[in-house]
């Protein structure tokens, strides 16, 4: 999924861009940026909670993954591939065309289904246009991180990747592109 300060940039971008160019004819615009909003979030709290129960899945079976013999980080993987299959959803890191495809395909049925909402447009056509958006946020974020990991790297001692500092580092220079970008304003 998308970072968390991604989530609104994502929503607002879509619902601007659809509006603006009249795909969309909203009723209430306000209820449906909000709709939108929340249909992001709740998409990466589902996530968040499965990556949760991976985590405590983990914790109760160190010892068989390690009599077993594989790593955690294999192990980790495949519980949430199985977990994510089983509870229909769909988790890719990092957040690509399947995951993109797969929410572009929740908007729409969102779309379809609020009286309050008309399209100009071909389903098809808007379904893509709203999957376009989601891999330019997608895109914007890769950029970001290369960028952000890039100026961690150049400090003059390393930094290593995990620790409090690397974090904190990380966090700064992440919300310092995001308003580079014109993504988030400098009070966000």
Request: net charge neutral.
């Amino acid at each position: 999924m998308l970072p968390k300060k991604l989530l609104k940039i994502a929503a607002d971008k879509i619902f601007k861009d659809l509006t603006e160019k009249n795909y969309l004819i909203l009723d209430n615009p306000e209820k449906f940026k909000e709709n939108l909003h929340k249909l992001l979030l709740e998409e990466y709290k589902k996530e968040r909670e499965l990556e949760r129960k991976v985590d405590e899945i983990i914790e109760q079976n160190l010892s068989e993954i390690d009599f077993v013999g594989i790593s955690v980080r294999e192990a980790r993987r495949k519980i949430l591939d199985e977990l994510s299959k089983k509870e229909g959803i769909v988790i890719e890191k990092p957040f690509g065309r399947t995951k993109a495809n797969y929410l572009a395909n929740k908007i729409m049925k969102m779309i379809e289904e609020d009286e309050d909402v008309d399209y100009t447009i071909d389903r098809t056509q808007l379904r893509l246009k709203i999957f376009n958006i989601l891999m330019w946020v997608a895109n914007e974020n890769r950029k970001i991180i290369e960028n952000v990991k890039r100026r961690i790297a150049s400090h003059s001692r390393p930094i290593y990747e995990g620790t409090p500092e690397w974090k904190v580092l990380y966090d700064k220079y992440y919300k310092e592109e995001l308003i580079k970008r014109g993504l988030i304003e400098v009070e966000d």
